[in-house]
């Protein structure tokens, strides 16, 4: 079987590395974007089995990296974490202002705890392979 490959968008270098290393360790294969064009194209290409995905990022946000992949049909259905400095309910109330409501799968603030990443990512997995037999598992 081979490893989920999950895929970690986020600016801040220290973020991605954390993220990233935190993934390898339980059995994850990170990887790594900067911004939400370079993210959609590592998408496009690896076809990852969950996203977690920073919202604020210079070049391309991950609102308009999030809206790009729900419009794609292939890209559609893979999950997606928002992990955000924002707090939820400020980042909710500001993007549906802005923008159509995101619906991701969860939303993480920053910093993040170790458990709370891993027990998200499992939950959405077991869920995904569960209820769609979701083929990014396999």
Known sequence: MTKPKILVVDDELDMRTFVSTLLKTHGYSPVMANDGSEGLKKAKKVKPSLIILDVMMPKESGIKMYQHLKMDEE????????LSAIAKKSF?????????????????????????????IENILANRAETKGYAGLQ
């Open 75 to 82: 890209l559609k259905d893979i999950p997606v974490i928002i």
């Open 92 to 120: 909710l109330h500001s993007v549906r202002m802005l923008e159509p409501i995101i619906e991701s799968d969860a939303y993480l603030e920053k910093p993040p705890e170790s458990q709370e990443i891993l027990e998200t």
